[in-house]
């Protein structure tokens, strides 16, 4: 977390040939339960980027991180 509480992220890297994505999501300590999933579709977007673009809408993000949570998934 950065010192004005701020969310900050770093480009995605990937190479073709090393078939390995980075991403990098800073959250603060105190964000709610409720806003997760827009950190977790942050870090997750560019990994399927890679896919053809492939995208996941953020009500199944939230459904999924949701259930991640509780230990339903």
Not at 62 to 73: A, C, G, K, P
């Amino acid at each position: 977390m950065n010192s004005n509480n701020t969310v900050s992220s770093s480009e995605p890297r990937c190479n073709d040939w090393e078939r390995v994505i980075l991403a990098f999501v800073n959250l603060p300590l105190e964000t709610p339960r409720s806003a997760l999933a827009q950190y977790v579709n942050q870090a997750v977007s560019p990994l399927f980027g890679i896919f053809n673009g492939f995208e996941l809408s953020i009500d199944v993000i939230e459904d999924l991180t949701r259930r991640l949570i509780e230990r339903r998934l």
